[in-house]
Structures are given as C-alpha cells and as structure tokens.
C-alpha cells in the first residue's frame, strides 16, 4: 500500500499568513486540486500541520474535489517533534501513514497529477527516497519517501539539524531528472508553487500556458 501527504504546516510569512491551499488557482483551490489527484493514487491522504479549528476545511474541501476524491476523506495529523518545518512533517507522516511509501507535497502546488505522483511512488522499490533534482537544486517537498528514512530523520531532528535536503546524505536516494519530469508535464508545471502575493498573481496569469 501506498500513502500520499501535504505539508499545511508552514507559516507562509511571505504570503501574510494566509492559508495557500485555500487560494484558487483555475477555479478550485489548490487543496481541492491536490486532493483530486491524490485521491487517484491512494486511499490514504493526511494533511499535516493543520490546527484544528481549520480541520472542517480540509473536509469541505471533499465536496468540490470530484467523484473520485468524495471517496477519501484526509487524515489530518500534527508533528510529533514540534518547530522542526517541513522534515518534521516528513517525520510525521511516515510514522503514522499506512503505506510503506508516501508520497509528500508541500501545500502551495497547483498542478501534480497522478501519473507523476503514481511514478515516483513506482521508484521506490529501488531507494529510500525519490526526489527531483533541477537546475535549481532538490525538490524534497515534491518527493516520495519510505519508512526507511525514519530512523535517519529522528537522528537528524534529535540532532536539530533541520534542512531536508540534507537528508539526502544518509538514505538511498534516486534523483528524477528534469528529462523525467518532462513526461509529466514538465518541471514548469509540475513544480510551480507559490511563495509570494506577485507569485500568485503571475501562475494566475500562466495558468492557460502551463495546462
């Protein structure tokens, strides 16, 4: 079995504080949109980091994220070791989803889908973590990971040494090249994400290029 996560955990100090899965991207949000693809690929989705009170999002979410993902309802879990960003909420997710490999996303990507999701999950099989590399450097927020990376990660946490690319030192891991990315729409597209208020308004401006 495999599982799948997005990381709703961080701050987004550049973006005000605001929620980024709720922002709207080609007429859904992007929590929507993420739980539509993911909901092809496994029946076990959490949504990690998310205080309580925003738990009724993430389920009504369900309700415009079509058939298929009306049929999955997210987990929402918090961190178990507190203040570590997101290789805290890699942590977390791998010791409490129910697959053997997990894919994870960070919450501001519009546009995964599952085929690309279904590959880098199929990768697993031969490493402990499987994470694009561009010219820009890792992905390790677009990436799968399996329960082999728990241990070195808990050392890592225990030790506060906390940049997840990082990580990539202590597990097998297999990089996905951009030529990869290319059969899946491409890194454009793939890895879009949204940091910044002028961020968001040009991926709106894109958004008929890059689909």
């Known amino acids: 079995m495999e599982s799948a996560a997005i990381l709703a955990g961080g701050r987004a100090t550049r973006f005000g504080g605001r929620d980024k899965g709720a922002l709207v991207v080609g007429g859904q949000t992007i929590l929507e949109r993420q ?14 980091g998310v205080h309580a009170s ?17 049929r999955v309802v997210p987990r929402t879990i918090t961190d178990a070791v507190p203040g570590c960003g997101p290789l805290g909420g890699i942590h ?12 994870v996303a960070a919450c501001d990507m519009p ?23 561009t010219q820009g450097g890792y992905h390790p ?3 799968a990971y399996t329960r082999a990376c ?38 454009r597209k793939l890895l879009a994400n949204i940091n910044t208020p002028a ?9 008929d290029h890059i689909m």
């Open 92 to 103: 977390a997710v791998l010791t409490e989803a129910r697959g053997n490999a997990v894919f």
């Open 111 to 133: 546009y995964l889908n599952a085929a690309f999701i279904s590959y880098l999950l199929g990768l697993t099989r031969e490493a402990d973590a499987v994470v694009p590399r």
């Open 54 to 70: 925003d738990r009724s999002h993430a389920v009504q979410a369900l309700a415009g994220a079509g058939p298929a993902a009306a």
């Open 199 to 207: 961020e968001y308004a040009g991926l709106a401006a894109l958004h």
């Open 35 to 48: 739980i539509a693809e993911l909901s092809l690929v496994t029946n076990d989705i959490l949504i990690v």
């Open 150 to 187: 728990l241990e070195p990660i808990a050392r890592r946490l225990a030790g506060r040494q906390l940049k997840t690319i990082d990580l990539m030192m202590d597990v097998r891991t297999r990089i996905v090249t951009p030529e990869e990315l290319d059969r899946f729409g491409g890194e």
């Open 141 to 143: 927020l677009c990436a």
